[in-house]
């Protein structure tokens, strides 16, 4: 260990020692219609953070021409608040079912030219006949997940969506029809793991989908009313898919990244989201699709440079209880190290990226992605501008894990523990 190195880690010990809960930033009397307000409520996604969070950081680290972008855009937070605030934004992640997200919710469309199409294809789901579906889904996961009934009904209403000739309407009916598969399915209903429940209620999809088009359209019309009092339409508000160690950006083009990376082996979404991979042909395997995550346990290992001394000692504390995690762990943070390489590189001088992420535990061992994460910037030549603690009371995660694989678990579990009752926004500084 170089004497640098060595200040870095003293560094980072003392500044996270000294860190106390900031209770402003918990947003602890928000509601759930309060954190779904105009079109945050399109669809549900794991692990998502408060638009709040975004929306403050936003407008205390950015002003009206600068460009704010999220490298894990997930379902587009960051990309709406900036465009209510007035930023131009780029939301960047590697799934294509977050970006079709995304692209929905920043999408505004004239509240009446909405209605229309809505009624129009309201009227021809009453006409539904069996005989009436052109392409019959085939495919065995979808048959694994989906009642015979269920399947038929759902591949007619894609078949009208994909027949709507409008854009913006046909991206704002994917969202709805995406939202409604897990409800449509026999997947355990209250879990975030992959559960069949055979005695479940499966909803009727015709139903289901008129019925989220309610609560969407008043969304949309919301943020339509929204951007129409600040004249903000034109707003550049670009969603791309790409890697977050290659973002589609020049050099030095920003000044504010607000983003929630994924957790090491807590969040499997390729598994999460493969219900709408499959309908909409974004996969034909589930393991070729895992496989393009960061943190995820299903990629081939590498030898990276972690650049951060946290990071080796919890490596090597995982490797006398499990070699396969620490290996997962040992390509996380280092596939990790190579993005915010590519943030600096986008970053103008003085611009900030703040990172919003919690700690776990693997295997007993205490995972600190918060202090890995900021150790790693300074060796990229950061500076801390702030570290904030907050509670997390509404933010949408499963409230239990596993404490020896770190995945989220069923209500059942014996060994349950709460899961990232706190977390951390680093904000970090190019200098």
């Given amino acids: 260990m170089t004497k640098r190195e060595q200040d870095w880690s003293s560094d980072i010990k003392m500044i996270f020692n000294e860190v106390e809960l900031d209770e402003s930033w918990s947003f602890a009397d928000k509601t759930r219609k309060d954190t779904a307000y105009v079109t945050h409520g399109f669809h549900r996604y794991p692990a998502k ?126 969202c709805g029809f995406s939202n409604i598969l897990k409800n449509c399915s026999i997947w355990l209903q209250k879990s975030s793991k992959p559960t069949r429940d055979f005695r479940k209620n499966v909803s009727d999809p015709f139903i289901a989908f008129n019925r989220h088009l309610k609560v969407m359209m008043r969304g949309n019309n919301s943020f339509f009313r929204h951007l129409q009092k600040d004249d903000r339409f034109d707003i550049q508000s670009d969603i791309h898919i790409s890697d977050a160690r290659c973002l589609p950006l020049e050099s030095e083009s920003t000044m504010l990244i607000v983003t929630s990376p994924p957790y090491v082996t807590s969040y499997e979404y390729a598994d999460l989201h493969q219900l709408t991979a499959f309908w909409f042909d974004y996969t034909d395997s589930l393991p070729s699709f895992r496989k393009k995550f960061i943190g995820t346990a299903h990629h081939e290992s590498k030898q990276l440079n972690l650049n951060s001394q946290v990071a080796e000692k919890i490596v090597s504390q995982l490797k006398a209880n499990s070699r396969k995690i620490a290996i997962e ?73 596993d404490p020896n694989t770190g995945k989220f678990a069923k209500s059942s579990c014996n060994a349950k523990v709460l899961a990232y009752p706190t977390e951390f926004i680093l904000v970090m500084r190019k200098s």
């Fill in 49 to 174: 953070f408060i638009p709040q969070l975004a929306n403050r950081l936003i407008c205390k680290y950015s002003r009206t021409e600068d460009l704010v972008v999220d490298p894990f855009c997930g379902c587009g937070t960051t990309s709406v608040e900036s465009k209510i605030n007035g930023r131009r934004s780029i939301g960047v992640d590697i799934n294509p079912v977050a970006t079709m997200i995304s692209k929905a919710k920043i999408t505004a469309i004239e509240p009446s030219r909405l209605a229309t199409n809505v009624v129009g294809l309201q009227n021809k789901l009453q006409s539904y006949k069996v005989e009436l579906v052109k392409q019959y889904p085939q495919h065995s996961r979808i048959d694994y997940w989906f009642y015979e009934d269920q399947k038929m009904k759902l591949a007619y209403l894609l078949q009208l969506i994909n027949e709507t000739p409008d854009t913006d309407i046909r991206n704002f009916y994917l």
């Fill in 329 to 401: 762990v040992q390509t996380y943070f280092g596939e990790m190290y190579q993005v915010f390489h590519e943030m600096k590189r986008i970053l103008r001088g003085g611009g900030k990226a703040c990172v919003v992420i919690g700690n776990t535990g693997l295997k007993g061992v205490e995972i600190l992605n918060a202090e890995v994460f900021a150790e790693q910037f300074l060796h990229l030549g950061f500076t801390v501008e702030s570290i904030i603690k907050r509670e997390i009371p509404s933010k949408i995660l499963p409230s239990i894990r």
